[in-house]
């Protein structure tokens, strides 16, 4: 399984930003999809956006025009920068990698980073 590792989860309030990073040691993340989905507490994971190995980005419309998912090829990493947060923005987020958008099956998962949007 392909290993993943999240990063920038926090405590933010409603209106900040915040910038998450899904980073790969031991393959190149340019060959591949990377998802990013969540969990808010109670619910079932559901999608939030994806970026395929040709740069197209995807995004559900709960978080277009405020979510932006970005390659950063030499770095290894894939990152989400996340602005005008909502409470409902609450909860684990996770990357995720496949062969193409949306990675569901994915070929490996990160262990989450919790995002927790409050006054």
């Known amino acids: 399984q392909l290993q993943l590792v999240e990063s920038g989860g926090g405590l933010v309030q409603p209106g900040g930003s915040l910038r998450l990073t899904c980073a790969a040691s031991?393959?190149?993340?340019?060959?591949?999809?990377i998802g990013w989905f969540r969990q808010a507490p109670g619910k079932e994971r559901e999608r939030v956006s994806c970026?395929?190995?040709?740069?197209?980005?995807d995004y559900v419309d709960s978080v277009k025009g405020r979510f932006t998912i970005s390659r950063h090829n030499a770095h290894n990493m894939i990152d989400l920068q996340m602005n005008s947060l909502k409470p409902e923005d609450t909860a684990v987020y996770y990357c995720?990698?496949?062969?193409?958008?949306?990675?569901?099956?994915?070929?490996?998962w990160g262990t989450g980073t919790l995002v927790t949007v409050s006054s």
């Open positions: 031991r393959f190149n993340l340019d060959n591949y999809a």
């Open positions: 995720a990698v496949g062969v193409e958008c949306w990675p569901d099956n994915a070929l490996g």
């Open positions: 970026v395929n190995r040709d740069g197209i980005e």
